[in-house]
T-cell receptor, first 114, second 109 residues
Framework: EAGVAQSPRYKIIEKRQSVAFWCNPISGHATLYWYQQILGQGPKLLIQFQNNGVVDDSQLPKDRFSAERLKGVDSTLKIQPAKLEDSAVYLC????????????FGSGTRLTVV | GIQVEQSPPDLILQEGANSTLRCNFSDSVNNLQWFHQNPWGQLINLFYIPSGTKQNGRLSATTVATERYSLLYISSSQTTDSGVYFCAVERGGYQKVTFGTGTKLQVIP
C-alpha cells in the first residue's frame, strides 16, 4: 500500500513570499490532517478534513494560512505571506475515519523562511 | 484545551536496558496513540490504546483511562529505538488529535 505522499520535501523562501504544500493521502482514507511541527516540539494540528469538509481549523492562522481538499482526496496548504516564525516541518496525515484508525503520516515538508 | 505532558523529556540508555515512558493527560479521551519519530523525522504509529495493555515485540503499552495516564515500555533497547516518542490523545466528536510534549530517547552502544 502506498503511503501518504507530500511535496516538496524542502522549501526555502523569503519572508512575505507565498508557498504551497501538497498532500496525497492513502487511498480510501476519509480523514486528512495538516500539522505544523516546530523544532523541538510535538506536532500541532492546523486543520482536519473529513472527506472534503473542514471539521477543525481552530489552530489555523486564517489571516495567512489556507487549505483545501479537492474532491475529498488531495489537499494543499498555502501560506501567504510567510513569516519567519512559520519555519517548521509541515506534516500531512490521513486515517480511515474520524476515529483515527490507520493513522499514517507523510514524510513532511521542511520550510525555512529567511 | 486538553494538556498532554510526557516524562521524562530526555532519556539516555545503554543498549540492552529497559525503560518506561509516561504520558499524563488532563481530561477524558476517546483514544490514545503512541508514535515514534525517527531521527529522519518520520512518525510511525506504535499503538492504539484507549485502555488496557498491548504488546508488540519488545514494546508494550498500558493506558489507565480512569487515572488519565499511559505508559510505554521498551525492553532490551536497541540503537534503532532512538528518536522521539509522542503520545497523542483523541477527543471530541471528530476525534481531534492533540500531541504530547515528547520524550527524546538516545540509545548508545
Amino acid at each position: 500500500e502506498a503511503g501518504v505522499a507530500q511535496s516538496p520535501r524542502y522549501k526555502i523562501i523569503e519572508k512575505r513570499q507565498s508557498v504551497a504544500f501538497w498532500c496525497n493521502p492513502i487511498s480510501g482514507h476519509a480523514t486528512l490532517y495538516w500539522y505544523q511541527q516546530i523544532l523541538g516540539q510535538g506536532p500541532k494540528l492546523l486543520i482536519q478534513f473529513q472527506n472534503n469538509g473542514v471539521v477543525d481549523d481552530s489552530q489555523l492562522p486564517k489571516d495567512r494560512f489556507s487549505a483545501e481538499r479537492l474532491k475529498g482526496v488531495d489537499s494543499t496548504l498555502k501560506i501567504q505571506p510567510a513569516k519567519l516564525e512559520d519555519s517548521a516541518v509541515y506534516l500531512c496525515a490521513s486515517s480511515f475515519g474520524a476515529r483515527g484508525y490507520g493513522y499514517t503520516f507523510g514524510s513532511g515538508t521542511r520550510l525555512t523562511v529567511v | 484545551g486538553i494538556q498532554v505532558e510526557q516524562s521524562p523529556p530526555d532519556l539516555i540508555l545503554q543498549e540492552g536496558a529497559n525503560s518506561t515512558l509516561r504520558c499524563n493527560f488532563s481530561d477524558s479521551v476517546n483514544n490514545l496513540q503512541w508514535f515514534h519519530q525517527n531521527p529522519w523525522g518520520q512518525l510511525i504509529n506504535l499503538f492504539y490504546i484507549p485502555s488496557g495493555t498491548k504488546q508488540n515485540g519488545r514494546l508494550s503499552a498500558t493506558t489507565v483511562a480512569t487515572e488519565r495516564y499511559s505508559l510505554l515500555y521498551i525492553s532490551s533497547s536497541q540503537t534503532t529505538d532512538s528518536g522521539v516518542y509522542f503520545c497523542a490523545v483523541e477527543r471530541g466528536g471528530y476525534q481531534k488529535v492533540t500531541f504530547g510534549t515528547g520524550t527524546k530517547l538516545q540509545v548508545i552502544p
